[in-house]
């Protein structure tokens, strides 16, 4: 199953709304997955099954969609959000990853 | 708390073999399924193989299939990559990850292929 991701970046200020979008290849039901990495850390699930919010992340993050469109949204972006977000699907080995989305400063 | 610590990385020359491990505390080792992921200098995650919980059940990248094997000891916690006949396209931050939806990640051991 092939991810892709858009926009492949994006910059944004303190507060915007950001919503990036993954889309598989075939349908992956609601096993998709987003995380985010930063430079020199491990990466951190923030979303999995779609849309349930990892224990301890912040409500500003929410995940939609099932079988081959899903989203993840940042209501309100925060300093510590800049990062790169990747979406994988868990629904079938091998479970790929999209591309990454950088979020960066506008 | 949950706790996965890789170790095993290092310098490593083409064609050469290395193993990775993977210790893990803090939650029931045999109950859930562990994965390898990787990332390369300036490139994006790459998932590379998962094993199930009992260890019948494993799969691997494209990229690396026939020359990794992933392996797990129940009885000692741990998780294993095997890596054989190593490329410099291998060059990564290796993470271990649990479950399939890779809630808890370990900080990576670097691999580096070169001669």
């Known amino acids: 199953i092939q991810m892709t991701q858009s926009p492949s970046s994006l910059s944004a200020s303190v507060g915007d709304r950001v919503t990036i979008t993954c889309r598989a290849s075939?349908?992956?039901?609601?096993?998709v997955n987003w995380y985010q990495h930063k430079p020199g850390q491990a990466p951190k699930n923030v979303i999995y099954?779609?849309?349930q919010l990892q224990s301890g992340v912040p409500s500003r993050f929410s995940g939609s969609g099932s079988g081959t469109h899903f989203t993840l949204t940042i209501s309100s972006l925060q300093p510590e959000d800049f990062a790169t977000y990747y979406c994988?699907?868990?629904?079938?080995?091998?479970?790929?990853f999209g591309p990454g989305t950088e979020v960066a400063v506008k | 708390q949950v706790q996965l610590v890789e170790s095993g990385g290092r310098l490593v020359k083409p064609g050469g073999s290395l193993r990775l491990s993977c210790a893990a505390s803090?939650?029931?080792?045999?109950?859930?399924?562990m994965s390898w992921v990787r990332q390369a200098p300036g490139k994006g995650l790459e998932w590379v193989s998962y094993?199930?919980?009992?260890?019948?059940?494993?799969d691997y990248a494209d990229s690396v299939k026939g020359r990794f094997t992933i392996s797990r000891d129940n009885t000692k916690n741990s998780l294993y990559l095997q890596m054989n006949s190593l490329r410099a396209e291998d060059t990564a931050i290796y993470y271990c990850?649990?479950?399939?939806?890779?809630?808890?990640w370990g900080q990576g051991t670097l691999v580096t292929v070169s001669s």
């Open positions: 990850a649990k479950d399939n939806d890779l809630t808890m």
């Open positions: 803090g939650f029931t080792f045999s109950d859930r399924s």
């Open positions: 094993i199930t919980g009992s260890g019948s059940t494993m």
């Open positions: 075939q349908n992956t039901n609601v096993y």
């Open positions: 099954a779609a849309s």
């Open positions: 994988q699907q868990s629904s079938s080995a091998p479970f790929t």
